[in-house]
């Protein structure tokens, strides 16, 4: 049971470039999220999904944009980076029942010049 | 918006020593979680409490939700180098998500 895996793990952009980070999970859950890291300020919600089809905007999604064609996957795409998306990436996907526990995937480090 | 805040935001401990850290809510929660993220890792969930006054523990982790619902706490007794990472409590947001706390760096010195 691999959970939640994230592709890919390190990429180095070029200010203007484009791309797509890949999120599959495999445990059947409905919700599922991207947030970016960035040092002392935590978890910052981009976009989120409810489920296959649907998308939603978070706290920060501006330069960004979704996609959730198959439930199992959560598509985030740059159109065109730029520095200050320099970040460290999570999905994540949600449980249901007693706790709605986040089970999150291992990270994307990008890093954008 | 909602915002949680936590404190200390770094904390350094010699091993053997406890460490504490301190998780406010702006608004009313109805369940709050907390995740440690090991360095280089991704967070990984520990707890959820949901009722006002819960006491919750695992190991040497105690972990206790207000009466008010508004603010919490973790406590390691006598920490270990394998508890060093960062430790975030998150608690429900707006539609189907939850709001994270900055965060409180661990460091454990042997």
């Known amino acids: 049971n691999a959970g939640v895996t994230q592709t890919p793990k390190f990429r180095v952009l070029k200010t203007g470039q484009s791309m797509t980070l890949l999120c599959a999970q495999d445990?059947?859950?409905?919700?599922m999220y991207w947030y970016r890291q960035d040092p002392g300020m935590g978890l910052r919600l981009i976009h989120y999904?409810?489920?296959?089809?649907?998308?939603a905007k978070g706290e920060v999604p501006d330069g960004y944009n979704v996609s959730r064609l198959k439930k199992q996957n959560f598509l985030l795409g740059l159109e065109s980076a730029a520095p200050s998306q320099t970040s460290v990436y999570f999905c994540?996907?949600?449980?249901?029942?007693?706790?709605?526990?986040?089970?999150f995937g291992s990270g994307t480090q990008l890093s954008v010049l | 918006g909602q915002q949680v805040m936590q404190i200390p935001q770094y904390q350094h401990v010699q091993e053997g020593e406890d460490f504490t850290t301190y998780c406010n809510s702006s608004?009313?929660?109805?369940?709050i979680q907390w995740y440690k993220q090991r360095p280089g890792g991704h967070p990984v969930f520990l707890i959820q409490l949901v009722k006002s006054g819960e006491v919750k523990k695992q190991k040497r982790l105690t972990f206790q939700f207000g009466e008010a619902k508004k603010n919490s706490s973790l406590h390691i007794t006598a920490t270990q180098t394998t508890d060093v990472g960062t430790y975030f409590c998150a608690g429900p947001g707006y539609g189907q998500n939850f709001v994270f706390g900055p965060g409180t760096r661990l460091s454990v010195l042997p």
């Open positions: 999904s409810v489920g296959e089809g649907t998308t």
């Open positions: 608004t009313t929660l109805s369940n």
């Open positions: 994540a996907s949600r449980s249901t029942g007693e706790a709605e526990k986040l089970f």
């Open positions: 445990m059947n859950h409905e919700y």
